[in-house]
């Protein structure tokens, strides 16, 4: 029998810094993981990205180099080893973090679905 899944999104923002954005997003998707959830983790901190730190991983790659159109989605998506794919973030690169809104609607559209299906 077909069971139909239905995406969720859950976003975590605040428009000040240092208030536990990236601690609550990661404790949740790893909880969410340990329910036996598909979870993949965006972390659209593009100036001071750490979800990766946070998750205990190392990216080679990240949200900068799919924005640029060095790599695609699928590329710098990552499994941590709870389980939970990661989109990471750039971290220390000034010029994404002053990311321009013309620029940010120039970027192809990505079906993160079929991302976290594949």
Excluded: W
Aim: charged content about 15%; hydrophobic content about 45%; aromatic content about 2%.
């Amino acid at each position: 029998m077909n069971k139909l899944s239905r995406t969720q999104v859950i976003g975590i923002a605040s428009g000040k810094g240092g208030v536990g954005k990236t601690t609550v997003s990661v404790n949740l998707a790893v909880a969410l993981q340990l329910m036996g959830e598909r979870v993949m983790l965006l972390d659209a901190d593009l100036g001071l990205a750490n979800a990766q730190i946070a998750l205990g991983c190392r990216c080679d790659y990240n949200l900068s180099h799919f924005l640029s159109g060095e790599k695609t989605l699928q590329e710098i998506v990552i499994t941590t080893r709870a389980g939970v794919r990661l989109v990471p973030g750039a971290s220390g690169m000034q010029e994404m973090a002053a990311i321009g809104e013309l620029q940010a609607l120039c970027k192809p559209s990505v079906n993160l679905k079929t991302t976290l299906t594949t």
